[in-house]
């Protein structure tokens, strides 16, 4: 445990808020009795198992399930012809984009495979074994087709095309040919051409990342079982059974209200787990049956179907006066997709130059198709490559200025008033104090030994809102539940409960969270976009507020006053003005007992669209020490310095702050998706999928800053998302300083890091 | 449809009974290699034989003419074994390496040679140990030379039926010592991109008196390297040796492109962890002077 180091202008004494408390989901993770997906067993379950493509890229002429059908234990066997189609969204289109044409497409491939892993059909049976062994037994006829992979080839014109009426958005007149280029997304300001003739030394430069999975321990599980009037109840473990139940209901043509989905307890997610990928299958093979239908995917397939975040290929050019001050900036950069459109551009485009005040500037983002699983979110969605881009290229101004890194940084730094390159309109932000805590830190200055080097990074998120809705029970014990709709990802039914607990000024042991379903409570957006302490968290405050609000009318109805003349504080409903020390206080308690007598249950609501929830800025600062004869990386020291508004709970706060370095350590040294020439993916599993294990990272030192947000009651910024956007880019330019020498490509791996120390000895010799 | 059928016999005898009744039947050990190969699909056996009640594949016999390892020996029961791991460190510190802590408690020895992976960790430093594979079959025991034993990527020496009771290694002489080093991306839960045995002994004047030197995922098997050998004999591990066991250590390299490593990276790590590797045997040697 860490001694939660802060700095910050944080105000308010609270009792459970900003204090570490026990965790109310803690004893069932350890001691096994938590339930995750597949922990859920049913009567007269099924098992599903999917036959899954092996080709990049072919186009479907046959599928013959019938040996399959006919073997004893076989109860059904579904593929696209049971999935209803949809016909393909028409613009305009949001930053997000939603095509049913799209998902039904992905969850089972209809004309073509678009990559290897692609879901052909679904068996259910008795048995995972006799499942396994019908997969084998489906016949599909191919008619291979030419793939491409690299975002970059597949949007110039002759690239293999992966739809045939994806036409590119925007352009006119309108393209006579169709291409894997979706759209492009950017915003410009200024005059760029003048900027940068006013510049005294403009950098240009090119990068490249591959794509990386977010890596969650717990693989995709879910229990489909559907009855004979159509209701559907579905199990999954989810960042969102909400928006589960709305993708299902659309996707599948059935009533919102036929739904009920319950999230299970959930291994982590970070953006994986916010769409549907085997659920659909589950379902309509429950329909057929009539039975239960459960489906555990198995890492290999997690690695080869589901969407890891894009990767990318940028080309970036900053100027600068000789002082730091930035005059124009320039980026463009390339998104595979995936297999369907929806790559991040729209946050790249915010990404870039965000943390600071460039007069002119461009981004252009490309949105494009290759033969690879639809990429899906990954904290920080697109953020984090174009962070580095932008990143290395102010470091290199700041070097060849003589500047220090920070205070160059600093002289640029965006603060309150100000708008970005997107139109958003600051409040009250902390990118200032996050630099200056940096400044301060010790590891900044801290002296590095031999083959080491050191990376300073700064990153930029603008945090979610969004729906959300609590319900409170104050039950006549004095206890109270509290029902929530997102899934608990990072430790956030402790969030909540500190918050109703010192709203109504009790100990937060009385107070018990649960996540519910879909049937139990309003709508909720999903636990992403490090939203849910922030809406959530108002929606609760709101719902708790209600019930003093109750209670308060309560104790004036027994002391026979208006309830103008009553106040709430720690727990207690007080008498005031004139008659302030004249009454005997009610404690919680006490009217929690009256009330079934009285006036009845006591219950607080509130359903949300929450707004305000701004944005936060993170540094970090990584020592890297390279291996000077193999090229390998280890990570020696690392520290993350985040401005959270308030950290209601301040050790998941940290925990958030080190898995994020953690997850930007793997991708910048050795996370990647390796491909054979067919476009078959090698390495599906942990072992070849090189994820850091905790032996390959130090212990993470990190520094909450505290500027509170004042659209929050208790000031919280999102601290989900953040950590990981500077991540990569402080340890790739940590290597990058080691070795003398600008790679520019990610992963930076042994066998690169020593091909560019050679290429180091070759340039000096 | 038939199951998988599962059998633990109590002797060598009976388990050559087993493995002869059905064709295709596979042989348990620790079943860190074997079970995440059933479960990928990868083979669908119809008979198991799980060889850990057989009393000869579960005991270290230390005399002073020899070491007999178990075949069906865990990495962790092996490294508690002081005595073991004072004579042949770089064995012990090489089957440690294989998997995570929990991984140990199960996988075996035997069953890493026999899994016959070019990149499996203590293939390199048994080769450079000088030991023999004892190998039970139908036609009776039979001996292998380590450095044999392993044939091709997934095959072995193995004949139909046969299966891996031991493995006996020398006593060292005095002033030997031997040492394994591998180099993964990462620091633990990974498969070597390369590995290097090498164990050698010193003559009293220092110089090198015998030595065994091998490697690992740089070739379609763990090698046995001659070059290298005559590199060391009669050396002082000066850096005229120590340049000519690295080129050694590169000539003798046949690996592959693959998802792990690139040929000219696994080249050139050869040589290098070869060095020092050879180091490290080095000062043991030295420090086992009694």
């Not at chain 2, 390496?97 to 996988?107: K, P």
Request: a negative charge; hydrophobic letters at 40%; glycine letters at 10%.
């Amino acid at each position: 445990m860490s001694d939660n180091q802060k700095s910050g202008v944080v105000g308010g004494n609270y009792r459970w808020v900003g204090n570490n408390t026990r965790r109310p989901d803690g004893v069932d993770k350890v001691t096994g009795r938590a339930r995750y997906g597949d922990d859920m067993v049913l009567p007269g379950m099924l098992h599903m198992r999917m036959l899954r493509s092996p080709h990049a890229h072919a186009r479907i002429l046959s599928i013959d399930t019938s040996d399959a059908e006919a073997m004893k234990g076989v109860k059904a066997v579904v593929t696209h012809k049971d999935v209803p189609d949809h016909p393909p969204a028409k613009p305009p289109f949001g930053p997000a984009v939603s095509d049913f044409h799209d998902l039904s497409r992905n969850i089972m491939a209809r004309e073509k495979v678009l990559y290897d892993g692609h879901a052909v059909a679904a068996v259910a049976a008795t048995t995972e074994s006799i499942a396994k062994r019908a997969v084998r037994k489906i016949k599909v006829e191919y008619e291979i087709l030419p793939h491409v992979l690299d975002p970059y080839e597949a949007a110039q014109a002759g690239a293999p095309i992966l739809h045939e009426h994806q036409f590119t958005l925007g352009l006119e007149p309108k393209p006579k040919e169709p291409s894997n280029l979706f759209r492009t997304l950017g915003g410009e300001q200024g005059n760029l051409e003048q900027g940068f003739e006013n510049s005294d030394l403009v950098i240009e430069r090119e990068f490249s990342s591959q794509p990386v999975h977010q890596g969650y321990i717990e693989p995709l599980a879910c229990v489909a079982s559907s009855s004979e009037d159509g209701a559907v109840e579905l199990w999954t473990s989810t960042q969102g059974h909400f928006v589960a139940r709305t993708l299902l209901s659309r996707l599948l043509n059935l009533d919102m209200s036929k739904f009920r989905v319950t999230a299970s307890e959930i291994g982590g997610g970070f953006g994986g787990k916010t769409t549907i990928y085997h659920e659909p299958a589950a379902i309509l093979l429950s329909m057929k049956t009539g039975r239960p239908v459960r489906s555990v995917m198995t890492r290999g397939e997690v690695l080869r179907a589901t969407g890891p975040t894009v990767g990318s290929v940028c080309r970036i050019k900053i100027g600068a006066k000789k002082d730091g001050t930035l005059v124009a900036a320039d980026a463009e950069i390339w998104y595979q997709a995936g297999a369907f459109k929806g790559g991040p551009v729209a946050r790249a485009t915010d990404s870039f130059f965000s943390p600071y005040k460039i007069p002119n500037a461009r981004t252009a983002c490309h949105d494009v198709c290759v033969n690879r699983p639809k990429a899906a979110a990954y904290r920080a969605p697109g953020a984090p490559m174009a962070t580095w881009a932008a990143e290395a290229v102010i470091n290199e101004l700041a070097t060849e200025f003589g500047l220090d890194p920070v205070e160059m940084r600093l002289k640029n730094a965006v603060k309150e008033g100000d708008t970005s390159l997107m139109g958003t309109k600051h409040g009250r932000i902390g990118c200032i104090e996050v630099l200056e805590a940096a400044k301060n830190h010790p590891h900044y200055n801290a002296p590095l030994k031999k083959n080491q080097g050191r990376g300073f990074a700064l990153g930029y998120w603008l945090h979610g809102g969004g729906l959300s809705s609590a319900s409170a029970n104050l039950l006549d014990d004095g206890t109270l539940t509290l029902a929530l709709g997102t899934p608990d990802i990072g430790g956030s039914r402790s969030s909540m409960r500190a918050m109703a607990a010192e709203e109504l000024g009790i100990d937060i042991e009385l107070v018990k969270p649960a996540v519910v379903d879909t049937a139990s409570l309003g709508y909720n957006h999903l636990t992403a976009g490090s939203r849910t302490t922030y809406a959530t968290g108002m929606a609760v405050v709101n719902a708790t507020r209600e019930i003093i609000e109750k209670l308060c009318s309560l104790a004036a109805f027994k002391w026979e006053i208006s309830v103008e003349e009553v106040r709430w504080d720690s727990g207690e409903a007080l008498p005031a003005d004139k008659y302030a020390g004249k009454l005997k206080p009610f404690s919680l308690k006490q009217l929690a007992k009256m009330a079934p007598g009285t006036v009845g249950p006591i219950a607080g609501h509130s359903e949300i669209n929450a707004k305000g929830a701004g944005a936060s800025f993170c540094a970090q600062i990584s020592d890297i020490e390279i291996d000077p004869e193999t090229g390998g990386t280890s990570p020696v020291r690392h520290t993350v310095i985040l401005d959270a508004g308030r950290a209601i709970s301040p050790d998941y706060v940290e925990g958030q702050m080190q898995g994020g370095a953690v997850q930007g350590i793997g991708w910048a040294l050795n996370e990647e998706y390796i491909y054979d020439d067919n476009g078959r993916l090698l390495n599906t599993g942990f072992l070849d999928y090189r994820m850091p294990v905790a032996s390959d990272v130090p212990m993470i030192d990190t520094l909450i800053v505290e500027v509170p947000n004042p659209k929050h009651p208790y000031g919280v910024r999102g601290v989900g998302e953040p950590p990981l956007v500077p991540a990569p880019a402080a340890v790739a330019i940590a290597v990058e300083n080691a070795i003398g020498r600008r790679m520019g490509d990610l992963p930076m791996s042994p066998p690169k890091v020593l091909a560019a120390m050679d290429a180091q000895k070759l340039a000096a010799e | 449809m038939a199951g998988l059928r599962y059998e633990a016999p109590n002797t060598v005898d009976a388990a050559i009974g087993l493995l002869s009744e059905v064709a295709g039947a596979k042989v348990l050990a620790g079943g860190t290699d074997l079970l995440v190969q059933i479960r990928e699909e990868m083979i669908d056996p119809d008979l198991i034989v799980d060889i850990k009640r057989i009393d000869e594949t579960r005991r270290i016999e230390i005399t002073p003419d020899y070491v007999k390892i178990g075949a069906a020996m865990t990495g962790a029961e092996l490294g508690e074994n002081e005595e073991l791991a004072a004579m042949w460190p770089g064995v012990i510190e090489a089957v440690e390496l294989i998997g995570s802590w929990q991984v140990q408690g199960r996988a075996t020895i035997g069953g890493n040679l026999c899994n016959a992976s070019p990149a499996a960790d203590s293939v390199p430093a048994i080769i450079a140990s000088g030991a023999k594979i004892v190998v039970a079959g139908p036609q009776g025991v039979r001996e292998i030379p380590a450095e044999e034993f392993p044939k091709a990527p997934g095959r072995t020496a193995l004949e139909a039926n046969e299966f891996v009771v031991s493995l006996v290694l020398p006593v060292p002489p005095k002033r030997s010592g031997d040492a394994y080093l591998r180099f993964i991306p990462r620091t633990e839960m990974d498969i070597a991109v390369v590995g290097a045995g090498v164990s050698v002994s010193l003559n009293e004047d220092g110089t090198c008196a015998s030595a065994r030197v091998a490697l690992g995922a740089v070739a379609p098997t763990a090698l046995l390297v001659k070059d290298a050998i005559d590199a060391l004999l009669g050396s002082k591990l000066d850096d005229v040796t120590l340049e000519k066991l690295d080129k050694a250590a590169r000539d003798a390299c046949n690996p592959i492109d693959d998802k792990r490593g690139t040929i000219e990276y696994r080249t050139k790590v050869a040589g290098v962890l070869v060095r020092r590797t050879a180091a490290i045997a080095w000062e043991r040697a030295q420090k086992q002077n009694g």
